[in-house]
């Protein structure tokens, strides 16, 4: 197996969205590299200059792992270097966030990848073992896929989003009075669960049970 595919293989195993999990582990790695090893590169001090630089939620995880010192040096770079007149594109616009852009690129790699390899059982083995992808990279991932892939993948999610609609009607039930003494099983969790099925979000934060 390739990298890509290793890496593929584990998001399968680990992630509540392989993809979701995979971006996030890009993304620290990404973030952590540029503050250990670019803050003195030129050409990276230049393109934050030019306005490539985080978007809030990004800058939040940059403050959450950088060092003091590293931060201050870029940030000091930048109050000096960036312009505060209401006039120019960069000003009228929001920061065209670098982190969003590598992450975007990376996901489309790998939704390609994804698709390529779910025409092998093995895959599907995999695949099937796992939790599955979050609807927005499931739609990336039938975007690149042959139409019997997209059949397959639509059909194994649709069973996953049953499961979860069973699992969110026992939650509602329960909080019925006349059920509450009931004790709670594998629905636990099912509205974070549901919530990461839907839109996506970092896995960390949909472990947390209720
Ligand atoms: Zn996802
Ligand atoms: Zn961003």
Known sequence: MHLPEIALEEALQEGE???????????????????????NDPQWR???REGKGFCAYHAHLVLSRADVLSLSIIAEDLLTHISITASTKRARSAWHCQLCEAQAHDMEQMAK??????????????YEAGKGLCLPHLRQVLMNACPEVQTWLTANESQRWQALRKQLQEVIRKHDYRFQHEPWGEEIGSW????HKLYGVFAEEV???R
Do not use: G
Not at 23 to 29: E, S
Not at 116 to 122: F, G, H, K, S, T
């Open 17 to 39: 969205c392989a993809l979701c999990w995979l971006a996030q582990k890009q993304l620290l790695r990404r973030v952590d590299t540029l503050f250990a090893e670019h803050v």
């Open 46 to 48: 230049q393109l934050l």
């Open 113 to 126: 990848l994804l698709a390529q390899l779910l025409r092998q059982a093995e895959w599907r083995v995999r």
């Open 192 to 195: 974070r669960r549901a919530m």
């Open 207 to 209: 472990h947390n049970e």
